[in-house]
């Protein structure tokens, strides 16, 4: 789970834009232990400072992979990108 350090939502979105690769790996990650457990909603990180969660509904599993998929690429987290299209298919069926 990833933690931010971030004070307020732009703070939060500045350092959420400079570990863009992090976050998108630690999202499909998080998307794809939760297709794999049937659970209806992941958390993917915490702002402790504003209590805040930063999570993905159900609803938003497939467009949350088909988003991150690039950037796992270019992460180089070859595995991560196959399971990840492999949920993309099933969920698009």
């Known amino acids: 789970m990833l933690e931010f350090n971030a004070e307020n ?3 939060l979105e500045i350092e959420a834009a400079a570990r863009a690769h ?3 790996v630690e999202v499909t ?3 794809i232990k939760a297709l794999d457990n049937n659970v209806d909603k992941v958390v993917i990180g915490v702002l402790a400072t504003l ?3 930063l999570s993905v509904d ?3 599993y497939l467009e949350a992979l ?3 998929l690039v950037r796992c690429e270019e ?3 070859f595995e991560l990108c196959k399971e990840s299209i492999k949920w993309i ?3 698009k069926e």
Do not use: A, F, R
Request: no cysteine; hydrophobic share 20%; charged share 55%.
């Open 9 to 11: 939502l732009e703070e």
């Open 22 to 24: 992090e976050v998108s």
């Open 29 to 31: 990650k998080g998307v």
């Open 51 to 53: 209590d805040l969660d």
């Open 58 to 60: 159900k609803e938003g």
């Open 66 to 68: 088909e988003t991150n």
């Open 75 to 77: 992460s180089e987290e």
């Open 89 to 91: 298919k099933k969920l």
